[in-house]
């Protein structure tokens, strides 16, 4: 959706509602709103990474560890994710929200809420939108936080992952 507008929610400090604006002046003004990216996983615990088409307008060519964009207005976190899901890889799954926090390392500040989602697929049945995508494969751990340090990703791809993994240790200590 690079070259079209989106109306999404302008929110509070506490992701209160305050208004709906479209997301380029969003951006423009540094107002928060709300984005909804998830990591995809597969059974074996691998994780789906990308390189984003050198045509798009933010960050073309890079890497990205999650799949998202802006949530629209009326919608919550979990619909946005999915929706983005379809609409970038041509998957249909449920995300289910982890955690959110404000994320200052993107183009300009906003919610940002991080999904996980497993996607049963093997990698060659995810089809992506090639606007959106130029590469697609699936890493483990150890080999994402190698390419991590060695490929050029996103702004907020490592701070993501780091915070993702933190929740996922955290969970698995209860």
Do not use: K
Not at 71 to 91: C, D, K
């Amino acid at each position: 959706m690079c070259g079209v507008d989106e109306w999404v929610e302008r929110v509070d400090g506490q992701d209160r509602v305050t208004g709906v604006v479209s997301r380029r002046q969003a951006v423009r003004e540094g107002w928060l709103h709300r984005v909804a990216v998830t990591v995809c996983r597969d059974q074996r615990g691998r994780i789906l990474v990308h390189r984003r088409s050198e045509q798009l307008a933010r960050f073309p060519g890079l890497f990205e560890v999650v799949v998202g964009g802006a949530v629209r207005a009326g919608e919550s976190y979990a619909q946005g994710a999915a929706r983005e899901l379809a609409e970038e890889l041509g998957v249909r799954a449920l995300p289910r929200l982890l955690f959110t926090f404000i994320n200052r390392s993107g183009l300009s500040p906003h919610w940002l809420g991080v999904h996980e989602a497993v996607i049963r697929e093997p990698v060659e049945a995810v089809v992506p939108d090639p606007e959106e995508v130029a590469w697609h494969g699936r890493l483990t751990e150890p080999e994402l936080r190698s390419a991590l340090v060695n490929w050029r990703f996103t702004p907020d791809s490592r701070e993501v992952f780091s915070r993702y993994l933190t929740f996922r240790s955290r969970r698995e200590c209860r």
